[in-house]
């Protein structure tokens, strides 16, 4: 399985995003794809994931983490995994990774990682 991450860049304080992932190769028909996040300095954390269903959902559970921000969504059809982000601010920047599995979290296969970067 390949996983093509995109979407990242520079945004403002307040901004939004919206990354996807496309896989491809190996297609099962059940699944997991999930968002982490790497910044500078700090082990990569783990952001939010959902099956490829799209009914469960899972969003990281810290008190630095606003989950009301973050929203996961899955196109089964196009094998593609969405993050849509709001209200982004400077903590937000990092490096997004996908990932995709047949366990959750998924942790099988990874994106090459796409960067957001929030400017205060």
């Known amino acids: 399985v390949q996983l093509q991450a995109s979407g990242g860049g520079l945004v403002q304080t307040g901004g939004s995003l919206r990354l996807s992932c496309v896989a491809s190769g190996r297609t099962d028909s059940s699944y997991f794809m999930g968002w982490f996040r790497q910044s500078p300095g700090k082990e990569r954390e783990f952001v939010a994931a959902i099956d490829s269903s799209g009914t469960k959902k899972s969003y990281a559970d810290s008190r630095d983490f606003k989950r009301d921000r973050f929203t996961i969504s899955i196109d089964n059809a196009k094998n593609t995994v969405y993050l849509k982000m709001n209200s982004l601010n400077p903590e937000d920047t990092a490096v997004y990774y996908c990932?995709?599995?047949?366990?959750?979290?998924?942790?099988?296969?990874w994106g090459q990682g796409t960067q957001v970067t929030v400017s205060s």
């Open positions: 990932a995709r599995g047949s366990r959750w979290p998924p942790s099988e296969y």
